[in-house]
């Protein structure tokens, strides 16, 4: 059914049918809304799940591990400053195999406050061993969100899922969006059966303490996980894609890089932009490419890699700074194509903390580095002339 | 296997032990452990040598009452109530510190949870540093005692009212010096649908300096001497304490520790031994303890 509703809306309305058990989450822009619709749908009688508030998204991340842990489906959501609260549960929600699906409304972090969107949050949270997917807009935000859940609970994986939709840019606009119907995602989505849960008919002990001659294999076994998770997440995109007939392509998404000289890099609302400007330079004969990463962990180096092959000059836009070195999708990109091609990388910090990012800023930066006017390295556009202050 | 050992790892003579013990059993290991970090999780929870005979759940230091919450509000939600209840075995830095925000939130949103804070009063997993609930003149690893500072300044958190300020059902403290007190108050407590507190008062050999065949006989003196009551509330009322048969000077209590001995010997020691004197005197004062 297409119905023109907010991302918040797109993105509850898919919680729901994915009959989760447990919702919780504390309020924080821009992400409240999507727990305020699900809130609503509860004191409706819509949605059959238990729906707590807590006191704080620390709080919030304890309360869906412990229902995850004795057996629930749950859902969590937040931004910023609460994923930050959020990190020392969620790294021990990964540690436990506990397949949390939370959505992060991405905004940048204090100080300065700034309720904006930018990446640095969720990057916050790259090492946690936490599936990560960046969603282009609200259609894909909607449809991420049974994916997440299959995946996440794929007894292959068992690992938590952050679906990060761009906040305000995302999360705040009206789109036309096809809303899934329940009998479309139950039959994509089975009923959670995990492996291990707390239950007195056969106790286990969960999250015990492990002295040096085990913890390390623990630690392994993760990756050996999020390895698992990129064959599993493309069987969940080449099936859900056959159910519900969009295909948003697999890791990434390569568009016109076969031939191009200059690859642009993307994640989240900025694709559709930088997508636009590439399909309009295209059009005056020039060879230029996008590349959308759609799965930031597990990171498709080999996808990257591949979709590089014949580029000269790589532009990442980068949504955050990893401070006192690249930032992270820059080193990412870089760790993918050592030892194979060596373009040049321009590494565009761009639109950190809600900074407007106009159309011909990126037109501007892709022209120029295709016509060579400016050197590979980091650099920050639109940054107005400053002096540089402590707060 | 039974609900708790054998093969835990706590000191000979540990308090905590007697009251996990109590508990499950007043339970019949109809119960789903939730356990921060600390003492108990670190003798009990090895990998590969778990000692629980119930479901166990170890997460993070501050964080169990939201995660009992979690656990409970899944059975509920799985209609599952019926395999057990939920209790939280936490020990006073856990209850009273790092996790207060925690223990609050779960309160106030009153989950079906029996919380056990076990108060052997100051962080003993990481050798005896203060906590909230370290009574004042106590000599901790943090509060030394020196020229400056005779062991702990300041007051011991009062759990006890501020669970009850929390209009939970069921509100009680306890001592491992009385283990059938504890069975019967969890049995009471667990008869009650939302958020149950009991702060079970359990001796540490080596942070206290006591020899482990004492902790009985400490733990009752603390009861005895009126600086640790024995109480019990349902719905915000006082309905029961224990009485003091005679009452015995907090002196008697806090001569049989290492962590109190500089009080007696301390410029400022006299002063602290009087002011223990005073609240264990309130106590008795405040909740009518004595027998008549």
């Given at each position: ?34 727990v305020?619709n699900?809130?609503?749908?509860y004191a ?32 969590t959501?937040?931004?910023?400053q ?12 990964a540690?436990m ?17 700034s ?11 790259r ?21 997440a ?9 068992l690992?938590?899922f ?5 906040g ?10 096809d ?15 995990p ?8 106790p ?31 069987e ?34 900025l ?30 180096a ?8 014949n580029a000269n ?11 006192g070195?690249?930032?992270p ?19 565009v ?21 295709y ?21 | ?16 032990p ?5 508990v ?6 109809k119960a ?5 970090t ?14 629980w ?21 899944a ?12 209790v ?18 779960a ?8 919380y ?46 501020i ?20 069975k ?15 702060h ?6 080596t942070?206290w300096g006591?020899?482990g ?17 024995l109480?019990?509330?349902e719905?915000g ?25 500089h ?10 031994i ?19």
């Open positions: 059914m297409r119905r023109v509703v907010r991302g918040f809306y797109a993105i509850a309305e898919a919680v729901r049918l994915c009959r989760p058990n447990v919702i919780c989450a504390y309020p924080i822009t821009p992400q409240t809304e999507i305020e699900l809130a609503e749908m409706n009688g819509e949605l059959d799940a238990e729906y707590i508030t807590a006191e704080s998204e620390f709080a919030a991340a304890s309360i869906v591990l412990g229902a995850s842990a004795a057996g629930a489906r749950v859902f959501a937040t931004s910023s609460g994923l930050l609260l959020m990190t020392e549960v969620l790294f021990n929600a540690g195999r506990l397949p949390i699906v939370m959505v992060v409304a991405n905004r940048s972090v204090s100080a300065p406050l309720i904006w969107n930018d990446h640095q949050d969720s990057m916050t949270v090492d946690a061993g936490i599936i990560q997917m960046h969603a282009e807009n609200n259609q894909e935000a909607h449809d991420l969100i049974p994916l859940y299959k995946v996440a609970e794929d007894k292959r994986v690992l938590p952050i679906l990060n939709v761009d305000f840019k995302l999360t705040h606009a009206y789109e036309p969006v809303l899934l119907s329940q009998e479309v995602v139950d039959s994509f989505l089975p009923p959670y059966d492996v291990v849960k707390l239950s007195t008919e056969k286990v002990a969960m999250g015990c303490y492990a002295p040096p001659p085990y913890y390390m294999e623990f630690r392994v076994a993760m990756e050996y996980a999020m390895e698992r998770a990129k064959k599993v997440m493309e969940a995109f080449k099936e859900w894609s056959e159910i519900i007939g969009r295909d948003y392509g697999s890791h990434v998404s390569a568009e016109h890089c076969e031939d191009a000289e200059v690859v642009a890099i993307a994640m989240g609302s694709v559709g932009l930088v997508r636009d400007v590439v399909e309009e330079m295209r059009k005056e004969g020039k060879k230029v490419g996008l590349l959308k990463i759609r799965t930031f962990r597990p990171f498709p080999e996808e990257v890699r591949e979709a590089l092959k000059k790589v532009i990442i836009f980068e949504r955050s700074l990893s401070i070195s690249d930032p999708v820059t080193l990412e990109v870089k760790s993918a194509l050592f030892g194979s091609s060596s373009p040049e990388i321009h590494s910090v761009i639109g950190l903390g809600g900074r407007d990012i106009p159309r011909e800023q990126i037109v501007k930066v892709i022209s120029e580095v016509e060579g006017k400016v050197k590979p390295g980091k650099r920050y556009e639109g940054v107005k002339e400053f002096e540089e202050v402590i707060p | 296997m039974s609900y708790f050992g054998p093969g835990h790892g706590a000191c000979p003579g540990c308090g905590f007697i009251a996990v013990k109590a499950l059993e007043a339970l019949e290991g789903f452990v939730v356990n921060p600390g003492c108990l999780e670190i003798v009990s929870s090895m990998y590969n040598r778990n000692v005979g119930v479901p166990y759940i170890h997460s993070l230091f501050e964080n169990a009452a939201a995660v009992a919450a979690g656990i409970e509000a059975l509920r939600a799985l209609n599952r109530k019926h395999e057990g209840h939920v939280v075995f936490a020990g006073d830095g856990a209850t009273a510190d790092i996790g207060f925000g925690m223990v609050s939130g309160f106030d949103r009153n989950h079906d949870i029996l056990i804070c076990y108060d052997n009063e100051a962080y003993q997993n990481t050798g005896n540093q203060q906590s909230a609930l370290t009574p004042p003149g106590a000599r901790t690893t943090t509060t030394p005692v020196g020229k400056r500072q005779p062991g702990k300044i300041g007051k011991k958190k009062d759990m006890v009212s669970a009850v300020a929390h209009g939970i059902p069921y509100v009680a403290s306890a001592s491992v010096g009385y283990p059938n007190d504890l019967r108050k969890v049995k009471r407590a667990v008869e009650f649908e939302g958020a149950k507190y009991i079970v008062h359990a001796p540490c050999v942070g006591i020899d065949k004492q902790t009985v006989e400490v733990a009752r003196l603390a009861v005895e001497t009126g600086l640790y009551p109480v019990e509330f719905h009322k006082l309905v029961r304490v224990m009485k003091i048969k005679e009452k015995k000077p907090v002196e008697e209590y806090l001569k049989a520790q290492r962590r109190f001995r009080l007696f010997k301390h410029p400022e020691g006299r002063k602290i009087e002011e223990l004197q005073r609240i264990a005197d309130e106590n008795i004062k405040r909740y009518n303890l004595l027998q008549q």
